[in-house]
């Protein structure tokens, strides 16, 4: 199995209008792989402007908000590639497309490490943040998992959410929740795929 790193990526189209959006980056021996869904804005835009600039945030609400439609957060120009970084991440990517290999369901974009950056330590996840982020993962799989490994999984993550969580975390939980509680109502749309 291929290591993954949870990010948040930045790409924009041939008009340079950025789309943020959390993705699991696969390792590719020295460089990533980005595997968006067809269709999506980030599959468009790696085709229009092959660049994506993959942010590390250190406020996970950053992936509970994209996962839920919270789109709205402050970017600034990257550093070598035409495109923008997320302002607050504690640190970035800019990475190139360097060959793609197309597939029906998931497209992946092998794209080489152009320039890499910190802007502020970083002391790593708590378990509540950790908790959100796996949270984030699990709904968009929403559709694809049965409702009791929904349940099992909600249970195990509000564990460390009962016993760790602040302000931030407590927030983006709440966001995540309001997205598993549309779905169990009969809302599909809100398992869509970022």
């Known amino acids: 199995m291929p290591r993954i790193v949870e990010t948040v990526v930045t790409t924009t189209n041939a008009e340079g209008t950025p789309h943020i959006a959390p993705l699991g980056l696969i390792e590719d021996g020295d460089g990533w792989i980005i595997a968006p869904f067809k269709p999506s804005r980030t599959l468009d835009n790696l085709i229009a402007n092959p660049f994506a600039v993959a942010s590390h945030p250190g406020d996970v609400r950053v992936f509970a908000g994209c996962v839920t439609g919270r789109r709205e957060w402050p970017t600034v120009a990257a550093d070598v590639v035409k495109g923008v970084r997320l302002r607050d991440a504690v640190s970035h990517w800019e990475l190139a497309v360097a060959s793609i290999t197309e597939d029906d369901v998931r497209p992946r974009f092998h794209c080489k490490v152009v320039h890499v950056a910190g802007h502020a330590p970083w002391g790593g996840y708590n378990r509540a943040e950790a908790a959100v982020l796996e949270l984030a993962v699990l709904t968009t799989r929403l559709s694809m998992l049965p409702p009791e490994k929904i349940d099992a999984e909600l249970a195990y993550l509000n564990i ?32 869509r795929k970022v």
Do not use: C, H, N
């Open 160 to 191: 460390a959410i009962s016993k760790t969580a602040g302000p931030r975390e407590l927030e983006a939980w709440g966001w995540l929740m309001e997205r598993v509680e549309a779905f169990r109502s009969g809302d599909k749309g809100a398992a």
